[in-house]
């Protein structure tokens, strides 16, 4: 009796263990991919408890989350002959399990390889200026890049971020050069603006203030305003530009009258003879008689 009991114990737990090794439990963010005999089975299990026939088949696992890889800092020379670092981070997924399984080993280190790689070779075709200023080009041109080998993989690449870019010491001095000689340009052309434009608007106020003559006396009142409001001793004496004209006038005619004064008179009766001579005598000096 004690035989059968024990016989009875033993299929038992035999069952226990068959049933415990034929069930597999499937992640909501995994996929199963069943191998029989080393034969692949479809389709692929979907997330929640599956059945599989133990010590027959084997269940690998395959996460289908978007994966983070880093990409270490690679050493290149771009097409400007410029040794420069970087490194990228890569964003990746598995889309097809079946082929992440099948037509790669470990899908993990072969896409690391493959955006080292890849990150070398697109920054051998690029300039340094580009690598600078159109990151968006370069990490698209990566993407593209990297994408082409891992499709065979199953393997989605969502995103490619490059993350720093390291230059040379002597490289860094040149380019902050370059920028400070940019912003001085800059400046020197705002300010070369501002005057051009600020002559401008003086030259539009001066024909204005022509057309009122009220209008200069009314800025220099201003500026007596704008000179008293302060704390100084500067001692400001309007004078009226109509008296400066007054002076500018009665100057004109004075000398305009002197001129006329002046002139030889055409229409006088010319002087007699002795008195030419005379001043002959005057201008020359005496003059000597033959004996």
Do not use: C
């Not at 991919?33 to 692949?40: A, E, H, I, K, M």
């Not at 270490?72 to 410029?82: E, F, Y």
């Not at 493959?114 to 300039?127: F, K, N």
Request: no cysteine; proline share 5%.
């Amino acid at each position: 009796m004690s035989v059968v009991w024990t016989a009875i114990v033993l299929v038992i737990l035999l069952l226990l263990v068959l049933v415990g090794a034929g069930l597999r439990a499937v992640q909501q963010y995994q996929r199963g991919v069943v191998l029989r005999f080393g034969r692949l089975l479809s389709p692929v299990r979907q997330p929640g408890l599956r059945v599989i026939v133990p010590f027959v088949d084997r269940m690998k696992k395959v996460p289908v989350q978007t994966a983070v890889l880093d990409v270490p800092a690679q050493g290149a020379i771009t097409r400007d002959n410029v040794s420069i670092s970087v490194d990228a981070v890569v964003y990746f997924r598995v889309e097809d399990p079946v082929k992440a399984v099948i037509n790669v080993s470990d899908y993990l280190h072969a896409t690391s390889q493959v955006a080292q790689t890849s990150l070398r070779s697109v920054i051998g075709r690029a300039d340094l200026d580009t690598l600078l200023t159109d990151r968006q080009q370069i990490n698209d041109e990566l993407r593209g890049v990297i994408d082409t080998p891992t499709e065979d993989w199953g393997i989605s690449i969502d995103r490619v971020e490059t993350k720093e870019v390291s230059l040379p010491e002597g490289m860094q001095r040149s380019m902050s050069r370059q920028a400070e000689a940019e912003r001085d340009r800059r400046a020197r052309v705002i300010n070369a603006d501002g005057e051009l434009q600020a002559s401008n608007k003086l030259a539009e106020a001066a024909d204005a203030m022509e057309t009122a003559p009220g209008a200069l006396q009314l800025r220099l009142l201003q500026t007596v305003v704008e000179v008293s409001a302060e704390k100084n001793s500067t001692l400001v004496m309007p004078f009226p530009v109509e008296v400066l004209r007054f002076f500018e006038h009665a100057t004109g005619q004075a000398t305009s009258r002197y001129s006329a004064s002046t002139e030889p008179n055409s229409d006088a009766e010319p002087s007699p003879a002795w008195w030419r001579n005379g001043r002959d005598r005057t201008d020359d000096g005496p003059t000597s008689t033959e004996t």
